[in-house]
């Protein structure tokens, strides 16, 4: 059965703190990805990563940064959060190939003061 | 890019009644059209999906169907039951190395006892 972990449930942040979220997949699956999701907007790419070390824009990346040192593992990286950050994310991965279903993590809920 | 648009962004049904929702896309170039049903605090979980060379899939009581002409696909529930209440997100994706999904705003469906 596919797990995707992340790190923390709920996080609480103040403005121009440096976040970071950890996401674990322990299918060995090649594709990894950040979204955020907000009410009435859907799910929203950040980031996503094909390979370790490899990393590529989503629609919305402007705030955010990423790190995936190992296969198993794509981290988001709030280098100065800031209050339109909160949200909830969720980190998902996939085999590679062709449609292929994205596993979802439980998400993170993170709230900027 | 590919823009995802969906409705209705909320539909309520009485138990037993079929719900219906819609999604359009941009890119001609999308081929690929998953759905997602996400419970109440639970992570986005694939229910059911369709390829550009098909017209119809069904699983049980869930099809979807897909005009590639119009750039359109549906999600259609028959014989609604209290925990299909949920939201449901479609996603469109082209044949591309890293998968990455468009995401639609989500619909949330309501079924009434």
């Known amino acids: 059965d596919v797990k995707v972990t992340q790190s923390s449930r709920y996080l609480v942040k103040r403005t121009g703190e440096k976040v970071f979220l950890e996401c674990v997949q322990d299918m060995d699956h090649e594709n990894m990805f950040w979204y955020r999701q907000d009410p009435g907007l859907g799910l929203r790419l950040i980031y996503f990563s094909y390979d370790v070390k490899m990393k590529e824009k989503g629609d919305i990346p402007e705030g955010y940064s990423v790190s995936r040192e190992k296969k198993e593992r794509f981290s988001l990286i709030l280098e100065s959060a800031s209050t339109n950050q909160t949200s909830m994310y969720l980190c998902?991965?996939?085999?590679?190939?062709?449609?292929?279903?994205?596993?979802f993590g439980p998400g993170t809920r993170l709230t900027v003061t | 890019g590919e823009n995802v648009e969906q409705h209705p962004s909320t539909l309520s049904v009485q138990e037993g009644d079929s719900a219906v929702i819609k999604c359009t896309y941009s890119d001609s170039a999308s081929n690929y059209f998953p759905w997602y049903k996400q419970e109440l605090g639970k992570r986005p979980q694939l229910i059911i999906d369709i390829r550009s060379n098909v017209g119809e899939k069904k699983d049980q009581r869930i099809a979807v169907t897909l005009n590639k002409t119009a750039k359109h696909f549906s999600l259609h529930i028959t014989e609604t039951q209290p925990e299909d209440s949920a939201v449901y997100f479609c996603a469109a994706s082209e044949d591309n190395y890293g998968q990455n999904f468009v995401f639609g705003p989500g619909t949330r469906l309501s079924v009434l006892p």
């Open positions: 998902a991965s996939s085999p590679r190939g062709l449609e292929n279903e994205q596993y």
